[in-house]
């Protein structure tokens, strides 16, 4: 069992930047790989970005590449999502999710926070 808190959303100007971080409980999180997850109002829920057990590989969706930069520390239970140059379009809430050893870019995660709202301005 695996739970997740996000934290670190809010309101950015376009251009801007914010950096948002997921605290996970349990002894395992090393075993897991993690992805964030986006979802806007009447969007589907989408990835965003994905990191491997021990954070030597890392995926991007297309639309945040170059932007955000996805990172993960196993000592503490923590995966960090630092977004650069924020665009109107990345407003959503932002979701932390588990699931074990490899990373999808479906939603096909065991284990999901509550998601923390992102909100950019132009």
């Known amino acids: 069992q695996v739970q997740l808190v996000e934290s670190g959303g809010g309101l950015v100007q376009a251009g801007g930047s914010l950096r948002l971080s997921c605290a996970a409980s349990?002894?395992?999180?090393?075993?897991?790989?993690m992805g964030w997850f986006r979802q806007a109002p009447g969007k589907e829920r989408e990835f965003v970005a994905g990191?491997?057990?021990?954070?030597?590989?890392?995926f991007y969706a297309d639309s945040v590449k170059g932007r955000f930069t996805i990172s993960r520390d196993n000592a503490k239970n923590t995966v960090t999502l630092q977004m650069n140059s924020l665009k109107p379009e990345d407003t959503a809430v932002y979701y932390c999710?588990?699931?074990?050893?490899?990373?999808?870019?479906?939603?096909?995660?065991?284990?999901w926070g509550q998601g923390t709202q992102v909100t950019v301005s132009s």
């Open positions: 999710a588990a699931r074990p050893w490899v990373v999808f870019t479906s939603t096909d995660y065991d284990y």
């Open positions: 349990g002894r395992t999180f090393s075993m897991y790989a």
């Open positions: 990191i491997s057990l021990s954070a030597s590989s890392t």
